[in-house]
Structure formats: C-alpha cells, structure tokens
C-alpha cells in the first residue's frame, strides 16, 4: 500500500464504522417492499392465466424472482396471497376505471358513457376476461374470504355509480323515475354480462356492440329535456 491509497483506506474504514448511510438504510428498508410486490404482481399475472385454484407457486416465484421463504415471510399461505391480490391489485384497479372519473362530474350520463366507451377491447384483455369476474364466478362459492372481499368491491363499484346518478337528479340530468342502485346493479352486470360472453366466444366484437348498447341504454336515462341539449 502507497502513501497515496492511505487516506482512501481511512475513509473507507470510517464509513464502516459509521454503518449504512441513510440511502443504504432505506434501500434495505425498502427492499421487503419491493419483495412483497413483485409477488403481488407475480401471482395477479398467475392468477388472471390460470385461476386461483389452478395457480403454481413455483411459478409465482420464479416469476417474482424470490424464495419460498420470502413467500411466507409476507404471506401465511396461497389463501393469503389471493386475499392480498383482491385487496391491493383488483379493489383499486376497479377504484381508478369506475370510481375515481365519477368525483366531481357535471353530468353523470356522460362520465359513466366515457367509462364505458374506454373499457379495453384488445384481444388479449377480453379474451382473459374481467380479473374481478372471474375471481368471483371461481372462488366465491368456495371460499368466503373471496366472496367477501369481492362482494365489497362490487358494491363500492355499485355505490359511487348510484351516488353520481343521483346527484343527477338532483340537477335535472338524470330522470326521478330511475331506481339509482337498481340502475348501477344492472350496468355491472352488463359490463360483466357482455366480459363473459366475449370471453367464452374470444371475440372482442362482442364487446363493442356491449359498449354501444350500454351507452344507448345510459343515454335513456336522461331527463328528456336534458337528451335535447346532450
């Protein structure tokens, strides 16, 4: 060792004394986040292919890229892994398409037809079909921990689309005579109803001709005088 390297030495033994710097810390910190979300999104990919009960761990792992400790570091069991996929990967999928563009709308009709009209019909998202659909045509009679997870994201779905049709008609958009949750229930299930069908048939025409009667029918929710100035 040189005179010269000396002082790079004494700073590298300093530092090792000193411990991780802040930046380190929070890399490491981080890094069990990071692990927890590449599962999740690992076995959300496993999920949507496969269905729950057909998904592999090994699969998920080597995907994710971690160890079947690390699995059960974050995660008790397959049951637990499929709870958190619901809750942190479907529940705000389903919050950003079909709650958040209804916050703060003029006109309910036509936020809801916008919605409608962005629903995906690339081949490969209708022929996998709806994650939250096929989760609960798969796993609610089984299971109720799915079932109840999922019935809370059907329903907060149901509630935002009935609360914006509403406000509607308080401001004249939309007619009184419409029964708002019953409204909001039946355009879930026309959103599911058509998913279905275009994946059984792996026809992503199905979908549009879905899209253009469901904007028809939200469109005879208006107030007559309003469909005038629409």
Known sequence: MTLRQLPYMLVGMLAARRGPTPKQRTIRMRAPERTRERLLQAASREIYRTGFQSASL???LATAGVTKGALYHHFKNKEALGYAVVEEIISPDVRRTWVRPLLS???PIDALIGIVQGLSVQPDVVCGGCQLNNLAQEMSPLDAGFRERLETIFDAWRDAMASVLREGQIHGSVRRDVDTRDAASFLIAMVEGYGSLA????NPKIIKTGI???AGWLTSLRQP???KRA
């Open 212 to 214: 253009k009667n469901m």
């Open 58 to 60: 090994d699969t998920i």
């Open 225 to 227: 005088s309003s469909r």
């Open 105 to 107: 709308v003029k006109d």
């Open 199 to 202: 994946k059984n048939a792996q």
